[in-house]
């Protein structure tokens, strides 16, 4: 299969899913095109968080905010999956979490430029000559995803025009600062139900559930589950990703906590 996750939100990745079909008989699966904005690290999260749940794949990610300049396009080899997208550090963490002790390969995809005033966007060629430099979505990484799927994960490497490289950007999500007084660390994403999900292991609750902390210095309770609370209340909680969380019963975390992605968070017990 080939998974696809994008900012996009609207009608363009329906045009990559028209190239891929146009090149290759792979299961195409929707991961989510509703990520943020241009968000590279958000995005990163939920990648390492959802992507290793996959069989086997080759997963398409578009979220780009350097599109038509000179950054790189990638594809990542991480044991029996291959990563395609833009070098601006978004494939790393999950890579690496797919690939756990096996060292990840990275290669660069060689492309031409074409003329965006000549080139026919629907032309079916490789290695890929983007029409525009706008939509590299459409025009250099489904076609290298494409590639990568006929060719297979553990053949495409033969292809001249993926070159390995180890020139990258790498991106590393932050760790937090943690001591006896408690936590000191950032909001990783935020999701649509309005939960705060921190860089903070939930590990460092394991002594305190049942027990009020201050985040932010705002009181709140530390319980298992979200219904642990009246509804309206606030909750901090250990979500599915294994960090620590902060929610409310029924509402958003973000507001009432005054949290955004990339925001400080300060848990003190």
Known sequence: MITLSSDFGCAYPAAMKGVL???TDARLVDVDHEFPRQDVRATAFWLREVLPFFPPAVHLVVVDPGVGTDRSALVVRAGDHALVGPDNGVLLPAARRIAADTPIRTF?????????????????TWPPRPSSSTFHGRDLFAPAAAR????????????????????????RLPDPDIDDS???????????FGNVITNIPGTVLADHLGDHVK?????ASTRQAYD???PGHRVVTVGS???VELAV?????DETFGVRAGGRVRVTW
């Open 21 to 23: 079909l146009s090149r």
């Open 108 to 124: 660069e995809v060689d492309y031409d430029q074409a003329d965006p005033t000549t080139a026919d966007p629907t032309a079916v």
């Open 148 to 171: 990568v799927h006929e060719l297979g994960v553990d053949g495409f490497e033969a292809d001249e025009a993926f070159s390995p490289t180890d020139d990258v950007v790498d991106l």
């Open 182 to 192: 408690g936590a000191l660390g950032e909001a990783l994403a935020v999701d649509s």
């Open 215 to 219: 985040v932010n210095g705002v009181w």
């Open 228 to 230: 642990d609370v009246d």
């Open 241 to 243: 990703h294994g960090n």
């Open 249 to 253: 019963n029924q509402g958003r975390g």
